[in-house]
């Protein structure tokens, strides 16, 4: 849930980005602060581990104007995909506003998609979150790679999938090579701040 200092009038939002491992998480907030870099005064905080590209989480703040006369500031986070990072990933959930899910394009990953939104379905409701009621933007990464003749899911499958009852708007995407990174994480603020303005109502 935002945090709202109404002496500072400020909000602050958590967007959290999650996923199946090496999806392109940390390449999505790599991507993005490489663009904003030149507007923030914080430096990006990754944690990388052998078996996983961040095992805590990335944190970039900025400053995105104002609602109401509050100040809005959000915050960026990843979680660890891999399965045995469970706990971190139920404790980086906790206070999130907002939700990217990055899905792994790539064929060999269907069931991996499948089961990290089972799971993060399941991290939500601990924290007493429906995810079908809850800010979530979809992003298909990996799209570049079919250019190297890898097998990849198709849009329609993914959607099927994953988005079938979410609903959620989606993305096709290359956190490598920034194809769609911006335009998720700008849809995923957009929604959050709705979301949040109806607190402030």
Same mark, same amino acid.
């Given at each position: 849930m935002s945090v709202i200092n109404i002496k500072k009038k400020e909000v602050q939002i958590k967007i959290v980005y999650v996923g199946p491992g090496r999806g392109g998480k940390t390449t999505n907030l790599e991507y993005?602060? /490489?663009?904003?870099? #030149?507007?923030?005064? +914080?430096?990006?905080? /990754?944690?990388?581990? #052998?078996?996983?590209? +961040?095992?805590?989480f990335d944190f970039l703040p900025f400053a995105l104007g104002e609602i109401k006369g509050y100040k809005i500031k959000t915050q960026l986070y990843t979680v660890p995909g891999q399965v045995k990072y469970n706990a971190t990933r139920k404790l980086v959930l906790k206070g999130a506003d907002g939700i990217v899910f990055v899905a792994d394009s790539m064929a060999v990953m269907r069931?991996?998609?499948?089961?990290?939104?089972?799971?993060?379905?399941e991290n939500l409701a601990f924290h007493n979150i429906d995810l079908y009621n809850f800010?979530?933007?979809?992003?298909?990464?990996?799209?570049?790679?079919?250019?190297?003749?890898i097998p990849l899911l198709d849009i329609e499958t993914l959607e099927n999938d994953l988005n079938s009852r979410l609903k959620a708007p989606s993305f096709t995407a290359s956190a490598i090579k920034g194809d769609n990174v911006i335009q998720t994480v700008k849809k995923a603020?957009?929604?959050?701040?709705?979301?949040?303005?109806?607190?402030?109502?």
């Open positions: 993005i602060f /490489s663009k904003i870099r #030149h507007r923030i005064q +914080t430096d990006l905080v /990754s944690i990388k581990t #052998h078996g996983d590209r +961040t095992l805590f069931e991996k998609n499948v089961n990290s939104l089972k799971n993060l379905e800010p979530v933007v979809m992003q298909y990464n990996k799209r570049d790679l079919a250019a190297s003749g603020i957009s929604i959050t701040i709705l979301a949040v303005q109806e607190q402030l109502q």
